[in-house]
């Protein structure tokens, strides 16, 4: 497995950004993909982005589009979610996850997680 570590969270204005990074070590980094989702209080954690372990396709879902950006540097083991345009709704602790194999969205498809990076947008 790889072990990760998230930073860059914290509070903002909305309409402010933020960019979140992700750290692996471990196992070999550039074979896996990542994804980052989010939790917010009481509700589920949610799919933010994805990118292949190519860094060739991203994907996101439709309330972050426009506004966040994944992108990763193989060569640094880390993986970014650059977030602006920041809106309170996007208030929530975020996860940096790993994934190997089938490229999947599915929280349940990714084998390891980071400790969650809190981030707070106020109005």
């Known amino acids: 497995q790889v072990q990760l570590v998230e930073s860059g969270g914290g509070l903002v204005q909305a309409g402010g950004s933020l960019r979140l990074s992700c750290a692996a070590s471990?196992?070999?980094?550039?074979?896996?993909?990542m994804g980052w989702f989010r939790q917010a209080p009481g509700k589920e954690r949610e799919f933010v982005a994805a990118?292949?372990?190519?860094?060739?396709?991203?994907s996101y879902t439709d309330s972050v589009k426009g506004r966040f950006t994944i992108s990763r540097d193989n060569a640094k083991n880390t993986v970014y979610l650059q977030m602006n345009s920041l809106k309170p709704e996007d208030t929530a602790v975020y996860y940096c996850?790993?994934?190997?194999?089938?490229?999947?969205?599915?929280?349940?498809?990714?084998?390891?997680w980071g400790q969650g990076t809190q981030v707070t947008v106020s109005s």
């Open positions: 996850a790993a994934q190997s194999g089938i490229a999947s969205n599915r929280a349940a498809d990714f084998g390891s």
């Open positions: 471990g196992r070999t980094f550039s074979i896996y993909n």
């Open positions: 990118i292949r372990w190519s860094g060739r396709s991203t």
